[in-house]
């Protein structure tokens, strides 16, 4: 059972447009949410996070949604750039975890972003 | 420049041998951890190790072995028993609790 999915597998947008990525929870105790970047043949790279406290994180072009109550969040990127496209990744993590086993993080499946120019 | 090496980048192995992939860290990081990519799933975790001596099984650690050694080292071995081994494999590092993990660029396994 993924706790955390990204319903979307892929995404084509124009160069320039908004890109949002979407991603679903199901598991209440999850309260810190990151989004990882990752280009063929190379390891994911961390791009934003966001906590439960907040509902909304910005860093440059990108910023992400948290909607607690939905057990939803999103990554917007504005402009989207030809530089973008690769395969997204949203993960979670819970306090419980943080504190008695390590920073494990639970992925979803990815959505890959193509920018066209 | 720190970061994590992962090697090889392509492996190719028959079907019943174990292989064992590296993955060491120059970030002075205490946690380390191995995930599995297949297409479509996500990152699955096999193993992680928050100290030097310890490590613990992730969600599908069956067939899979791990070492923690050194603390800049957490090599993986895939034995005959993992049933589905062909895969891309990353390793990560953290600093500490609540840190953003670090990933290696991955291994290709490919089992013929």
């Known amino acids: 059972d993924q706790q955390v999915k990204q319903n979307s597998p892929s995404l084509s947008v124009q160069e320039g447009r908004i890109s949002i990525l979407n991603c679903d929870y199901t598991n209440s105790m999850f309260d810190y949410f990151l989004w990882y970047k990752k280009y063929p043949a190379e390891g994911p790279t961390f791009l934003i996070s966001i906590s439960s406290i907040k509902d909304k994180n910005e860093d440059g072009r990108f910023t992400v949604f948290l909607n607690k109550s939905a057990k939803h969040l999103s990554l917007h990127i504005v402009p989207s750039q030809p530089g973008d496209s690769a395969v997204y990744f949203c993960?979670?993590?819970?306090?419980?975890?943080?504190?008695?086993?390590?920073?494990?993080?639970?992925f979803g499946g990815g959505t890959r972003l193509m920018v066209k120019p | 420049d720190g970061g994590i090496t992962q090697s090889p980048k392509y492996l190719f192995r028959k079907e019943g041998q174990n292989v064992t992939l590296s993955c060491e860290q120059n970030?002075?990081?205490?946690?380390m951890y191995w995930y599995r990519q297949d297409p479509g799933q996500g990152l699955r975790l096999i193993y992680y190790s928050q100290i030097v001596n310890d490590f613990q099984k992730g969600d599908i650690a069956e067939g899979y072995s791990v070492s923690r050694e050194k603390k800049e080292s957490f090599p993986l071995t895939v034995t005959s028993a993992q049933k589905n081994p062909t895969a891309f494999y990353l390793c990560?590092?953290?600093?500490?609790?609540?840190?953003?993990?670090?990933f290696g660029a991955g291994s290709r396994l490919t089992v013929l």
């Open positions: 970030l002075n990081h205490d946690a």
């Open positions: 990560a590092s953290q600093k500490g609790p609540g840190g953003v993990l670090t």
């Open positions: 993960a979670a993590s819970d306090r419980f975890q943080r504190n008695n086993a390590g920073n494990m993080l639970t």
